[in-house]
């Protein structure tokens, strides 16, 4: 098992200096490679480093690239911070907007993200970094829903928000494949959002949901 990124001790400059180095390198690679184009030997070469000083300090290359990626997951956190967006329902859909858009920014970011999260075995640290963490912040906006009337009554907040990240990841997937194009991808992460809470959700809440549904528009 990997140890996770922020498990690990960085106690000297030389140190810090040195795995944003790496970091940096990484992120490099991932723009002009991809996930598949990456390397623990070129990325070595690149960095400076001995091949030998990744897998001490990472483990793998997948958990190498998440540390170096990590920085987004963070952003798209705080952008959903930074809108005002109120609590509940309208809070999960500016989460799930900000997402699809900083998928379309950074494209090969999201593809390496995606690539190392179906690799990993049950336990992996990458679950709770690509995959655990966000669940919390659903579970929290769930709650609000449930406890403003939004929701039916007896609803399952935690089962639902898991189905609601897996939703999530198979968007990415189905891009991934070619099944959906990267211009609708913020369009379908709203449209698997909004379909997943019209089936907890009642009255006023529902019914801006369908109408929220039925404006977005249809790929070709």
Same mark, same amino acid.
């Given at each position: 098992?990997?140890?996770?990124?922020?498990?690990?001790?960085?106690?000297?400059?030389?140190? &810090?200096?040195?795995?944003?180095?790496?970091?940096?390198?990484?992120?490099?690679?991932?723009?002009?490679?991809?996930?598949?184009?990456?390397?623990?030997?070129?990325?070595?070469?690149?960095? +400076?480093?001995?091949?030998?000083?990744?897998?001490?300090?990472?483990?793998?290359? %997948?958990?190498?690239?998440? +540390?170096?990626? #990590? %920085?987004?997951?963070?952003?798209?956190?705080?952008?959903?911070?930074?809108?005002? +967006?109120?609590?509940?329902?309208?809070?999960?859909?500016?989460?799930? &907007?900000?997402?699809?858009?900083?998928?379309?920014?950074?494209?090969?970011?999201?593809?390496?993200?995606?690539?190392?999260?179906?690799?990993?075995?049950? !336990? %992996?640290?990458?679950?709770?970094?690509?995959?655990?963490?966000?669940?919390?912040?659903?579970? #929290?906006?769930?709650?609000?829903?449930?406890?403003?009337?939004?929701?039916?009554?007896?609803?399952?907040?935690?089962?639902?928000?898991?189905?609601?990240?897996?939703?999530?990841? !198979?968007?990415?997937?189905?891009?991934?494949?070619?099944?959906?194009?990267?211009?609708?991808?913020?369009?379908?992460?709203?449209?698997? %959002?909004?379909?997943?809470?019209?089936?907890?959700?009642?009255?006023?809440?529902?019914?801006?949901?369908?109408?929220?549904?039925?404006?977005?528009?249809?790929?070709?």
């Amino acid at each position: 098992m990997t140890q996770p990124a922020e498990k690990r001790k960085y106690e000297s400059p030389r140190q &810090r200096e040195r795995q944003a180095a790496i970091l940096e390198a990484a992120r490099r690679m991932l723009e002009k490679k991809g996930y598949s184009g990456v390397t623990m030997r070129a990325l070595a070469r690149e960095a +400076s480093v001995a091949q030998a000083t990744l897998y001490n300090i990472y483990g793998s290359k %997948d958990d190498l690239i998440l +540390s170096a990626v #990590e %920085d987004l997951l963070l952003g798209v956190e705080a952008d959903v911070h930074s809108t005002g +967006s109120t609590p509940g329902i309208e809070s999960i859909l500016t989460r799930a &907007r900000i997402n699809g858009l900083q998928i379309q920014k950074t494209p090969k970011y999201a593809d390496a993200m995606a690539r190392a999260l179906a690799g990993v075995k049950a !336990g %992996d640290p990458l679950v709770g970094l690509l995959y655990t963490r966000a669940l919390p912040f659903l579970e #929290e906006h769930l709650q609000v829903a449930l406890e403003q009337g939004d929701l039916l009554p007896r609803v399952d907040v935690r089962l639902t928000a898991q189905h609601m990240v897996g939703q999530h990841w !198979g968007v990415t997937w189905l891009w991934i494949l070619g099944v959906i194009e990267l211009d609708n991808i913020v369009a379908e992460r709203l449209r698997t %959002d909004i379909t997943a809470l019209i089936a907890v959700t009642r009255g006023p809440a529902r019914q801006n949901l369908e109408r929220q549904l039925a404006e977005l528009p249809i790929p070709a």
